[in-house]
T-cell receptor, first 114, second 112 residues
Framework: NAGVTQTPKFQVLKTGQSMTLQCAQD?????MSWYRQDPGMGLRLIHY???????DQGEVPNGYNVSRSTTEDFPLRLLSAAPSQTSVYFC?????????????FGPGTRLTVL | AQKITQTQPGMFVQEKEAVTLDCTYD???????LFWYKQPSSGEMIFLIY??????QNATEGRYSLNFQKARKSANLVISASQLGDSAMYFC?????????FGTGTSLTVIP
């Protein structure tokens, strides 16, 4: 049981490049989400999904796309990387029940955009 | 609008003492959940405790308890008998519907 896995762990991009951050979970969780963590700002929700085929925007969605074709996978795409997207990205999953939403986090991806 | 406020950027506590980390929240939803997470220097996010808005009693999990004061919209985390391994960042968070909001965190240092 691997939990939530994220790849890559580290990535350096040049401005304008695109890339996909991978996230997978093996707990059959319906709810998955992407966050970015910046110094002094906590974690902010980028996009989330309540099930396969359903995605929605969080607090800071601009510059990112997501899709959810399977229950297990929830990739995050950076369309045209900008230095402002330098951050640590966390993927999380949970079996949300009402307001109980204990999220299991992946180890994070540290992204630097030059 | 900021949903979760943690006003203590850094806190120090003597080993074996208790410490309270403050959290206030803002929502007009009657149904919500409040959470605390711990992030050690290694970076992983660890779930500590949950409190539902309709729960009558304060949540407890081992050495962690949540002091929930609904009228004041506060959800403070109390750590009893602090240990050196408690040194970490602590985040308060809230679930309203499908949106999940984190505070900016409190850095706790336990002094031997």
């Amino acid at each position: 049981n691997a939990g939530v896995t994220q790849t890559p762990k580290f990535q350096v991009l040049k401005t304008g490049q695109s890339m996909t951050l991978q996230c997978a979970q093996d707990m059959n969780h319906e709810y998955m989400s992407w966050y970015r963590q910046d110094p002094g700002m906590g974690l902010r929700l980028i996009h989330y999904s309540v099930g396969a085929g359903i995605t929605d925007q969080g607090e800071v969605p601009n510059g990112y796309n997501v899709s959810r074709s399977t229950t297990e996978d929830f990739p995050l795409r950076l369309l045209s990387a900008a230095p402002s997207q330098t951050s640590v990205y966390f993927c999380a999953s949970s079996q949300k029940r009402g307001t109980y939403n204990e999220q299991f986090f992946g180890p994070g991806t540290r992204l630097t955009v030059l | 609008a900021q949903k979760i406020t943690q006003t203590q950027p850094g806190m120090f506590v003597q080993e074996k003492e208790a410490v309270t980390l403050d959290c206030t929240y803002d929502t007009s939803d009657p149904s919500y959940g409040l959470f605390w997470y711990k992030q050690p220097s290694s970076g992983e996010m660890i779930f500590l405790i949950y409190q539902g808005s309709y729960d009558q009693q304060n949540a407890t999990e081992g050495r962690y308890s949540l002091n929930f004061q609904k009228a004041r919209k506060s959800a403070n985390l109390v750590i009893s008998a602090s240990q050196l391994g408690d040194s970490a960042m602590y985040f308060c968070a809230m679930d309203t519907g499908n949106q999940f909001y984190f505070g900016t965190g409190t850095s706790l240092t336990v002094i031997p």
